[in-house]
């Protein structure tokens, strides 16, 4: 260059900017032929491929980020060459270069790691490993390696001399990371004890939280709830709290029916022997009335008077048959699930009458046909009341004191 008519004092600044510029040159067709030429053929292939799991190394950005690893490698090798007679200057570049490829390879790592949780999702049929939270756990050990070495290439210290000043900051550490221990233990509690997984129902009013679990994450449990919010949840609380879970009632195909239907005191009375002609038309009441006509008529005989006033003669009821009746109607429903409890129980009456306590399953546990399954039954037995000369219990309305007034 001085030989040309370069001034002496523009040598080192010039030769210093065509050194950089080299060098970034270099950096840009080492990142172009990676991202832009070497990933779109590996795109290519991924897309041909019927493999799933190389669709999921795309889907995550792995290859993205390891595209970036090229230009920091080559600032790396190429920096001593071309900027070798500025130490001061070479040192910084060369401590950047070291410290984007510990951060972009941690990155790449953390990539693969959710390579390897989506893979596992989507094969697996064990819902119950805490792979998300062990996953997260090596994330965060990765990226405190990466830091730790990008730190001590900043301080010109080896790797074991900042880990032996970590003992010193135990409690600091332990504090500053106690949710994600807490998390840790209980992940691990959840699924060795099958507590919850993925796509359980459970209620946890505290939380508000009253759905389906979307995800069981290292601090954070995630629920969908039915009006399509999400809560989130501290995973440890579903060891400190108590929830409910509705894997049972999904695992066991049937649903609980728990209702009761009020019937007005004052109607009850016993059987006329036009209301059991009437009765005995019902095709489910035919057994049950000809088993207690048997019944009746052998302990009648006994008595010798057979006089309807005689009040040592046993009677059919009307609430006795009714009950009967919905006892015979649940047992022959189709959607009434026969493997499983079903009973028509008098609770003790009250102010509002007498309670005839329906408990019985559906064998289908869609939330929206069980709510029509449920609701049917009722209508029927609400219309059908009246033809057992009952009278169901409400509160008096409007209606009623304008009825009493005529």
């Known amino acids: 260059m001085v030989e040309q008519g370069l001034p002496m004092h523009y040598v080192e600044p010039v ?30 292939m991924v897309s041909k491929s019927a493999n799933t799991w190389d669709d999921l190394l795309v889907q995550h950005n792995v290859f993205s980020r390891a595209a970036w690893l090229v230009p920091l490698t080559v600032l790396l090798v190429f920096s001593p060459i071309l900027i070798r007679q500025y130490p001061l200057l070479l040192d910084g570049i060369l401590i950047f270069a070291k410290v984007g490829l510990a951060l972009q390879f ?94 359980d129902w459970i209620e946890m009013p505290q939380y508000g939280a009253d759905g389906d679990v979307l995800e069981i994450a290292l601090n954070t449990v995630k629920v969908q709830n039915w009006d399509n919010t999400v809560t989130t949840i501290p995973t440890y609380a579903l060891i400190s709290e108590s929830f409910k879970n509705w894997r049972g009632m999904t695992a066991s195909g049937g649903r609980r029916i728990k209702r009761c239907i009020q019937i007005d005191l004052s109607s009850i009375h016993f059987c006329s022997a036009e209301l059991l002609e009437q009765l005995s038309k019902f095709e489910l009441l ?54 499983m409890t079903c009973m028509v129980r008098q609770l003790k009456p ?33 219309a059908i009341a009246p033809l057992f000369e009952l009278r169901l219990f409400q509160n008096p309305t409007g209606y009623d004191w304008q009825q009493a007034r005529r």
């Not at 040592?312 to 022959?332: E, H, M, P, S, V």
């Open 106 to 199: 941690a990155r790449s790592v953390s990539a693969l790691l959710n390579v390897t949780n989506s893979a596992f999702q989507e094969s697996s049929k064990e819902k119950y490993l805490p792979l998300n939270a062990t996953i997260q756990v090596l994330k965060l050990a990765v990226y405190l390696v990466a830091i730790i070495l990008a730190i001590s290439e900043v301080v010109n210290k080896s790797p074991i001399y900042l880990l032996s000043g970590l003992g010193a900051l135990t409690a600091v550490l332990l504090l500053v990371f106690q949710d994600t221990i807490k998390g840790l233990v209980a992940s691990i509690q959840i699924s060795a004890n099958k507590m919850v997984a993925p796509g």
């Open 350 to 382: 009250s102010e509002t009458g007498v309670s005839l306590e329906l408990y019985f399953f559906s064998n289908d546990i869609n939330w929206v046909n069980y709510e029509a399954i449920q609701a049917d039954i009722f209508d029927h037995l609400f």
């Open 15 to 44: 030769s210093l900017g065509i050194g950089l510029t080299v060098l970034l040159v270099l950096c840009w067709i080492g990142f172009y032929v990676a991202k832009h030429q070497v990933l779109n053929f590996v795109h290519k």
């Open 286 to 339: 035919q057994p049950y009335l000809q088993q207690k006509h048997e019944e009746v008529r052998a302990y009648n005989s006994q008595k010798g008077d057979q006089d309807e006033s005689n009040p040592n003669l046993r009677k059919l009821t009307n609430i006795g048959t009714f009950r009967a009746y919905i006892t015979a109607y649940l047992q022959n429903h189709p959607k009434v699930h026969p493997d």
